[in-house]
């Protein structure tokens, strides 16, 4: 049994959220590339250092340095039986070089969320995370000491690339570099849309309801 599966969807979409509890649910890893880029840039390494202004800029970082840590990760021996890829791919050449990789079985389901840009900007904007990246939000999941994580007890903070000013433009990326990914998978029949709107537990469900119908198992 294999699971090959991508979500793809706006900044804010809910993509960490539901992949967390679809990777714990479906014993697959949740392969998230922002959150292996912002630990390379707290562990400043040279790749870190690399990416950290372009990513609190609200820019992609290069093509070649994201496939090179997805390639590594892929490869890893718990992939072996599927995945769940979380902001990869997010260029053409990014899909394109997925799809070379998987060779003729490829990807088995695309996901993506809808979700109407107001709700995006008040999701994002309320958003506080730790630095182990646990998230929570100001006021539709607010932790229960204001500023600190329930489960490590770090404190909270907004992303760089989380402020108002960088919102609008990381929505720009996605829709000119992003959305185009979503023709590339529909005209192939590997894409369902869902509706990423609404409280997290129904869209949860409507995702879950998907995985069940289009991958093995
Ligand atoms: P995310 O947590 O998925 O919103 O990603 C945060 C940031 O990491 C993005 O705004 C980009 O700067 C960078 N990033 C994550 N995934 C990719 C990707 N597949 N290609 C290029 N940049 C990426």
Not at 19 to 38: C, E, N, Q, W, Y
Not at 154 to 168: A, G, H, N, S
Not at 196 to 217: C, I, K, M, N, Q
């Amino acid at each position: 049994m294999k699971r090959r599966t991508l979500l793809v969807g706006p900044p804010g979409s809910g993509k960490g959220t539901h992949a967390k509890r679809i990777s714990s649910r479906f014993k697959i890893p949740h392969v998230a590339t922002g959150d292996m880029l912002r630990a390379e840039v707290a562990a400043a390494t040279t790749l870190g250092l690399a990416v950290r202004d372009v990513m609190e800029g609200g820019d992609l970082v290069p093509d070649e340095l994201v496939l090179e840590i997805v390639t590594t990760r892929l490869s890893q021996p718990d992939a072996s039986r599927g995945w769940l890829l979380d902001g990869f791919p997010r260029t053409i050449p990014q899909a394109l070089a997925l799809d070379d990789r998987m060779g003729s079985r490829g990807i088995d389901l695309v996901l993506t969320l809808e979700v109407p840009r107001a709700e995006i900007v008040g999701r994002i904007s309320g958003r506080r995370s730790c630095s182990s990246g646990h998230v929570f939000h100001v006021d539709a999941d607010p932790p229960r000491r204001e500023g600190f994580c329930d489960f490590d007890g770090e404190t909270l903070f907004q992303r760089q690339d989380d402020r108002p000013e960088v919102v609008l433009s990381r929505l720009e990326v996605y829709e000119r570099e992003t959305e185009p990914l979503l023709g590339h998978y529909r005209t192939s029949g590997r894409l369902v849309e869902v509706d990423g709107s609404g409280p997290p537990g129904e869209v949860y469900a409507r995702v879950e309801a998907v995985f069940l119908d289009r991958t093995d198992g």
